[in-house]
């Protein structure tokens, strides 16, 4: 059997395939629509097929999953199959904060919503995990703060209360530079964003307009060529890639029919000002989206949107 069984809406498949490639880190099994339902196939048997042979199903919860008509018979069957969740077989995991009602109210959710990704892979996780949630250490005693809050005579006294040594409850962390290994792993980081945005947007635009076909290719782990099709006629070709021009700390974006390692019609470098961060070259302020973001320091998400616009620019002219 499957362990796990992911129901989603088409608006929040992002989210569902993050938690199912989070899974698989994990070594654990999963069935998702966007990776398991290949064209040709019968979505409906499919979905029953995946819903029956899955020890668990996970429900990405939003909004728009408790308005869908289409995703109410996939968490059905795993609640008919446990109806009192002594197995646990329904678990919602809430992405976008709504307010579930009728059956669903009384299901214990793991909730996501509005952490970073750190803490939202930690509380996917330990919410997943069997048995107890008994912390691995041992928690602090309560006893002891309750005793320190009351505050003490400084002179001398009767009973003297032994000096116990303790450092502050918060402190300054000195700035330290970032090294170069933590440089290279954020341009690294950088780069998958961006390639991870292109693969999405390509599928969403081709879910929503027949007439375009986006095809993405990687020619290694850090050069990425993508090309935009309408009407089967080629309209736009861009090529992604770390270093090749100045320096090899740097992200380069090139458009056109023919690339090389020279030439480039925009560059991506790290900049430091109290962390790191990613800065435009070469561009000079005139598109919508160099208007309404600092593309001075951009996060990874704000530089892989920033190219994407680029990339996509000649398709709002195509008729």
């Not at 081709?206 to 290719?217: D, K, M, V």
């Not at 089967?232 to 090749?244: A, P």
Request: hydrophobic share 40%; aromatic share 10%; with cysteine.
């Amino acid at each position: 059997m499957t362990d796990f069984f992911i129901s989603y809406t088409g608006a929040d498949q992002r989210w569902a395939e993050w938690i199912a490639y989070v899974l698989e880190e994990e070594g654990r099994s999963v069935v998702i629509q966007a990776w398991d339902f290949r064209p040709g196939a019968n979505f409906v048997l499919e979905m029953q097929k995946a819903a029956e042979t899955a020890s668990r199903t996970i429900m990405v919860l939003s909004p728009d999953y408790l308005k869908s008509q289409f995703a109410s018979p996939e968490w059905a069957a795993a609640f008919g199959g446990d109806p009192r969740g002594v197995s646990r077989k329904l678990v919602p995991v809430m992405v976008r904060t709504c307010e579930p009602m009728g059956l669903l109210t009384s299901i214990v959710q793991i909730r996501i919503a509005d952490l970073d990704e750190t803490a939202a892979r930690k509380m996917l996780l330990d919410g997943l995990q069997e048995g107890r949630a008994k912390p691995p250490t041992r928690p602090s005693f309560p006893g002891f703060a309750n005793h320190m809050d009351h505050k003490q005579f400084p002179g001398p006294s009767g009973d003297q209360v032994p000096i116990r040594a303790s450092r502050p409850a918060s402190f300054t962390r000195l700035k330290v530079a970032p090294t170069d290994i933590d440089k290279r792993r954020f341009l690294r980081q950088g780069f998958q964003t961006i390639q991870s945005l292109f693969e999405e947007s390509a599928k969403e635009i081709a879910a929503s307009e027949p007439r375009i076909h986006i095809e993405i290719e990687m020619r290694t782990n850090a050069d990425l060529r993508a090309e935009v099709f309408v009407d089967g006629k080629s309209v736009s070709r861009c090529r992604v890639w770390i270093g090749g021009m100045h320096s090899d700390d740097n992200i380069c974006y090139a458009e056109g029919q023919h690339f090389s390692d020279n030439s480039c019609n925009e560059i991506i470098h790290l900049a430091e000002t109290d962390d790191l961060h990613f800065a435009a070259t070469m561009a000079m302020g005139f598109s919508k989206f160099e208007r309404e973001n600092n593309i001075k320091q951009m996060d990874a998400d704000t530089m892989a949107n920033y190219l994407w616009s680029r990339f996509i620019d000649r398709l709002q002219h195509v008729r």
